[in-house]
């Protein structure tokens, strides 16, 4: 189960460190300014480390998301010195579940490491923030510039990557979108941030393990007269077009500037709902989440946009002698609600924490550290994730699981803190406790 969130440090950079001018080998290259890219650029560069993070797209940007922040987020951005700039978004208390016509509403809980409230704020808003968060603190922020292609470092014929491991990455070619110029960046260590199709990882050798759980969602932005409601909603029995519970939900967050961002999410396993059309899903959800919404074609700012949800820890290799991977890229988003700002954030800030104590002695050791501290901050979490994600993509199992948690406010209460991973730390036990006892409930589902 994941600690309360620790503090990782990206130590002090030595005064004694070479420092690197435009053109010369920086501390650490950043690939892509999302939330995992943008942490990791802040820590470093608050630790006075010289680092540069390239981004394809110019700030303020699209990025399609349900643009909720839970208190684990919340967290991250109080420690980057965000919390008044949170201040002018939508901020809500807690979750509302609807599901078979019953409705269980309840707060965030009060942890001793995570507030109480969480946030929906676009990610136009939200990312550009935060990535102004990093410059402000030192970080070199390359806009509209896109990392075509990796360095490798040329003695690597000589020492080849361990098995498991990505090959010695020392920079990327990089292209300005604008003038389509290509240069390198150089760097003693490369951080790889590029998000859930991370074609750059991609052709570091990381992939996929597809027998993990894939979401894929849909969201688009609507007028409401609820915009600034209290809670977020999320619907647990959304149907395909035959009629058939779907493993996943439809959600409504409301952004408190006279729209909500409503969406679906589905989860595959090992290639089962492929069939199911997301656009279609949609469509249902619109028609069929409560009208007091006012959500309709009409309403619609413009046409849903969607993307790939990697979960679990899905992608490996996630550490090289001279890289470490973060956020999407290495399938992070939680399997348990789809929810991968958070993660970016906290793998950002490991892999700055673990590239500091490179950078300042340690070597690649200390990136070595890196896997350690994803497997004690999220092994257990995402193993009890992606077992129940197998067992919910058997649709009666997923029903029989519903109507159990809707019947009980206090099961929902304890799943709201096992999904939003926000146990503590004397309640650890209880993920593998809820497991069982949904386990058992899946048993005595007749047909399966
Ligand atoms: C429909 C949908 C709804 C979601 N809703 C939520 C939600 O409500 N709450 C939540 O917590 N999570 C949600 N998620 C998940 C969340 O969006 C991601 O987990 C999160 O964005 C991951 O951050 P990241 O930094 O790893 O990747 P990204 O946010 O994708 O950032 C990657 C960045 O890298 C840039 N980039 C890509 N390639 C390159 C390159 N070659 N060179 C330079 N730059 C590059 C991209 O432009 C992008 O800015 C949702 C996802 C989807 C698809």
Redesign the pocket.
Known sequence: MAPAAKSPSAGRRPRSSPSSVDGRVRDVLV????????SCAYWLADAGWDVAV????QFP?E????????PR?VRQLTDMGLAGALAGAHRYRGLRSCAYGMTVEMLWPQHPSFPDVGYVIT?HDL?QLVAERATKAGAELLQA????EPLFDPTARDHPAAPGQLPACTG?V?VDRTTRKTREIRARYVVV????????GRALGATRDRSYPL?M???GYFRSPRHDDEFIESHLDIRDPLGRVVPGYG?I?PLGDGRV?A?V?LLSCEGRFKGVNTSHLMNAFVDFAPKSWGLSPRSACGPP?????PMGMSVAPRTGPTTLV?????G??SPFN???????YET?RLAAACLGRALAGEGAAALDDYERQLQDAYGLYYQVARDFVHMISHPKVMEACVRLGMHSETVMGWLLRIMGNLLKVDERGAAENAYSVLATVAKAVPGL
Do not use: H, M, Q
Not at 305 to 309: E, M, N, P, S
Not at 326 to 330: I, L, P, S, T, W
């Open positions: 690939v892509g300014g999302g939330p995992g890219g943008a390239v981004e394809r797209k940007r990025k399609t998301c349900g643009d909720g922040l839970t987020s990610r990312d510039t896109e990392a075509a990327a990089v941030a590029d998000g859930a199709n991370s074609r750059f979401g969602a849909l969201r959600w967050f961002n969406g999410g946009t969607g993307g790939k949800l973060v956020g999407d890229a290495a992070a988003i789809g929810e991968g700002i958070a993660y970016g950002g």
